[in-house]
């Protein structure tokens, strides 16, 4: 019973190329949130989904990030022509309900994916 | 707004010492709080949490917390720790009634272990 698993681990970029990351929930779980750790500072909220639809994106910038959770398939985390600043570990979670505090012990996590832009 | 504070960003400390984590957080209101590890090449484990009751939480692994609402404070603590405990610990809050996307994190305090 794999936990969420998110690929690549590691990935770098120049700047202006795409980047994109994958994760795949735990078996059975529809309910998905990014988070984005920049140095020094704790996991940010960056958005939340169900299949094939955005809940919650307001942790999202603007431009560039798009996020999507097809109705097949792992959860994508797009950056288009990223730049230095993007440089950050990203981190799914995975739930089977709507995350609230009292299903808190079952979001499980994945081990992130470190994005390093030259 | 919500705010976690993790003011040792790294610790060292011998094995079989004790261990304390701080964490200080700022909240409008009556606050839910979390532990969270991340050993090397994994993902966030819930260590434990907290929302009433008891101030002293205990939790998996050996682990314990205590919250101190005069404080503002939710400290990690373990008797005696283990070489497997090198990690990175993150401390989190957020509301009761609210969901995994209102979580505010701190920004970890990377243990190490020695012999």
């Known amino acids: 019973n794999a936990g969420v698993m998110q690929n690549p681990r590691h990935l770098v970029r120049r700047r202006g190329q795409e980047a994109r990351l994958r994760c795949s929930p735990v078996k059975g779980h529809s309910h998905v949130y990014w988070y984005r750790q920049l140095p020094e500072e704790g996991l940010k909220f960056m958005v939340y989904?169900?299949?094939?639809?955005?809940?919650?994106e307001s942790g999202m910038p603007k431009e560039r990030f798009s996020a999507e959770f097809p109705k097949e398939g792992p959860s994508i985390l797009r950056i288009q022509q990223v730049v230095r600043g993007d440089s950050a570990a990203y981190f799914c979670?995975?739930?089977?309900?709507?995350?609230?505090?009292?299903?808190?012990?079952?979001?499980?996590f994945g081990a992130g994916s470190r994005l390093t832009v030259l | 707004a919500q705010s976690v504070t993790q003011p040792d960003i790294h610790i060292t400390v011998s094995e079989g010492a004790s261990l304390e984590l701080r964490c200080n957080y700022s909240y409008g209101a009556t606050p839910y709080l979390f532990w969270y590890v991340q050993s090397p090449g994994q993902g966030l484990q819930l260590l434990l949490k907290y929302f009433s009751g008891d101030t002293l939480v205990q939790g998996i692994k050996g682990f314990e917390a205590e919250f101190k609402r005069s404080q503002s404070s939710f400290n990690l603590r373990k008797p005696s720790v283990h070489w497997s405990d090198a990690a990175e610990y993150f401390c989190?809050?957020?509301?009761?009634?609210?969901?995994?996307?209102?979580?505010?994190f701190g920004s970890g305090t990377q243990l190490t272990v020695l012999p």
């Open positions: 979670a995975s739930s089977p309900r709507q995350g609230n505090y009292s299903g808190a012990n079952v979001l499980t």
């Open positions: 989190a809050v957020g509301p009761f009634s609210g969901s995994a996307r209102q979580l505010t």
């Open positions: 989904l169900q299949k094939e639809n955005i809940i919650d």
